[in-house]
């Protein structure tokens, strides 16, 4: 009898030591909030592509801390808006986020895909991205200087691929054409990584996808890298130098492109706070992050709140007023405060 009593004893110390151990683990964390379920992450487009690279880092970098897992659900259409709307007519609790590039989420309501607006949500970065515009390396484009004499030689006639309408590769190419004048021909997919493949296998010939996207069949020898969409080289590990686009386009005006994950602003303010508090320890030291930039081709750069929202503008401004100078535009950007560059 006495050793029962032990045994009870040694469950009971042991039980109540775990307990202690819990509760203090969730006080040393310093954090408001912590998730009673697995947070879902709605990634909307494909898997593979710029979006589902870097959440998927970012969200292994926030499990630990939150001690809850991550999960991750592509879902693509319609330009991202299809896995955007899911995150806004889930419940605003703080466990069903969207992740994404903040110049897509900005210009849902000027291209009337989707009745939201960047102030609408708040806004935590991680990385910068840039476009690179590559080709197949059996076609006959050696330098950014061919690959334009072709546009205009054939106007509307090469095929581009890209994610679709605003996404970043489409971005990218009309900005080239609003600098230059040239025609395509816009080949559409459902992610950056299958537009990529789709230049890869040759049922295009051009993609102007994230460097991030790109990396890996540069790397390979896939593609070839003709110009970078910013005024100074890209140097990509394993690679090598591209040059900026500004060699061929004097005055085109680059912008970071930043990428994400956001919560509608009206979920609490203790899930707000945890992820910002996070942003500031976890992400912002996070080697994984820093080593995933450097390796694919992006820029390290993490920010929240007011800080992100004011980092995301410039090239959100230019993306919108794209689209309204080109009539694609449903509404003019200024009416949901986004300035004109």
Known sequence: ???????????????????????????????????????????????????????????????QPLGQKIVIVNQPGASGSVGTKA??????DGYTWAAGAAADLGSYKVLGLLDTTIQDWVVYTDVANVSVVAVNVDTPYKTFADLLQAFKNKPGEIPVATA???????????????????????VSYDGGNPAVIATVAGETQVTTQLAVEEADMLKGGKLRALAVLDNKPLQLQGYGEIPPVTNWIKDFEPAPNYFGIWVPKDAPKEVIDTFGKLWETAIKDSQKLKDYAASRGAVFDPAWGDAAQ????????????????????????????????
């Open 164 to 186: 679709g309408q605003l996404s970043a590769g489409h971005n990218a190419i009309e900005a080239i054409r609003k600098y230059t004048g040239i025609d395509y021909k816009h």
């Open 1 to 63: 009898m006495g050793k029962r009593r032990l045994a009870l004893v040694a469950i009971l110390l042991l039980a109540g030591t775990a307990l202690l151990f819990a509760a203090g683990t969730k006080e040393s964390t310093g954090l408001p909030w912590q998730p009673k379920k697995p947070v879902t992450i709605i990634v909307p487009w494909s898997a593979g592509g710029s979006t589902d690279q870097v959440t998927r880092v970012v969200a292994g970098e926030l499990e």
């Open 87 to 92: 995150a806004i007519d889930a419940p605003h």
């Open 310 to 341: 004011k980092q995301v503008m410039p090239y959100l401004s230019q993306v919108a007023w794209n689209y309204f100078a080109s009539g694609k535009a449903k509404i003019s950007p200024d009416t949901i405060g986004i300035p004109k560059p």
